[in-house]
């Protein structure tokens, strides 16, 4: 219902004429800066400085060790590591550890295949799974997050043992970007 005081066709409070004109210069586009930042995270992103992926290899005892996993990576993104062991002798119980530093802020979301046993050792995260045969190989596959509240990354050890004895191990680096 109108009243005889509302005109047919006026704009609501706050809306002038001035709306209905065209906008003339910068005004009518986008604004160059947020173009030129919207491109140089493009830019980072390919070149990888956002994120990055690496293997870290290690040899020893007749056995090499692979870990691959993101260099660089970000809060709170969903990341998957893969360590893979070969070896030329047999691995009379083949047992992987990581040092807890490398996880610390991390949440481990899968591992597959599942260790038959897992255990805390000496600041590690120890993993047991079955013999490992010669000139085989062996590949375990962690599916995990960055939990929001860590800056810088991790730093730790990745190592395979025969039981107890320590056969090789290597040294990576997560840098985690807010």
Avoid: C
Wanted: aromatic share 6%; proline share 6%.
């Amino acid at each position: 219902m109108t009243t005889s005081t509302e005109q047919k066709g006026s704009f609501p409070d706050g809306i002038g004429d001035e709306h209905l004109r065209s906008s003339n210069g910068l005004r009518r586009h986008a604004s160059p800066l947020s173009v030129a930042v919207f491109g140089s995270v493009i830019v980072l992103g390919l070149v990888g400085l956002l994120g990055h992926e690496r293997d870290w290899r290690a040899e020893g005892a007749g056995a090499e060790l692979t870990v691959h996993a993101p260099e660089i990576t970000r809060n709170g993104e969903f990341l998957e590591m893969r360590i893979t062991v070969e070896t030329d002798e047999p691995i009379g119980e083949l047992v992987i550890g990581i040092e807890s530093a490398i996880w610390e802020d991390f949440t481990v979301n899968t591992m597959i295949p599942a260790p038959t046993d897992e255990e805390s050792t000496d600041g590690e995260f120890r993993f047991r799974f079955a013999r490992l045969e010669p000139r085989s190989s062996f590949l375990l596959k962690i599916d995990l997050q960055v939990n929001p509240d860590i800056l810088g990354g991790n730093r730790g050890t990745v190592a395979v043992y025969d039981g107890d004895a320590a056969i090789v191990e290597t040294p990576i680096s997560i840098t985690v970007l807010p």
